[in-house]
């Protein structure tokens, strides 16, 4: 069983809870009651960016580009991930001085690997948009 003092700390987050249903219960129900009712076929579509979604086939070939770019994307985003526990082992004084020449060089490393393969994308002409 719970103690007093636990229960008292999850009183605020309970508390917000709460206040998250009914605003949304709130808007939802506004929306239904107060909104326009002109249904039509044209608005039962599915919107899809402009594009009329009724194609007569699912299956489209996509450019090996498109798979490219969004490898690389994927790539550079998470460089930026693990460059998050290296910046908050220095803010915050985990390591101490010769650790942290290490963890420098390492990062330092990291950087420049992902900067040379950037380096070489960028020299085949693998960010252009043609």
Do not use: N
Not at 5 to 33: D, E, F, R
Not at 54 to 83: C, K, M, N
Request: charged content about 15%.
């Amino acid at each position: 069983m719970l103690a007093a003092s636990t229960l008292v700390g999850y009183a605020g987050l309970a508390v917000m809870g709460i206040i998250c249903l009914v605003i949304g219960s709130v808007a939802l129900l506004l929306s239904k009651i107060l909104g326009p009712k002109q249904p039509g076929r044209l608005k039962d579509v599915a919107y899809e960016c402009g594009m009329d979604p009724l194609q007569p086939s699912a299956r489209e070939r996509y450019s090996v580009h498109f798979y490219l770019v969004a490898i690389l994307f994927i790539l550079f985003d998470l460089e930026t991930v693990f460059l998050f526990p290296w910046a908050a082992t220095l803010r915050y004084g985990v390591a101490d001085g010769s650790v942290r020449v290490l963890l420098l060089a390492e990062v330092l490393l990291f950087v420049g690997v992902l900067g040379a393969g950037l380096f070489y994308v960028w020299k085949r002409r693998g960010l252009e948009w043609d």
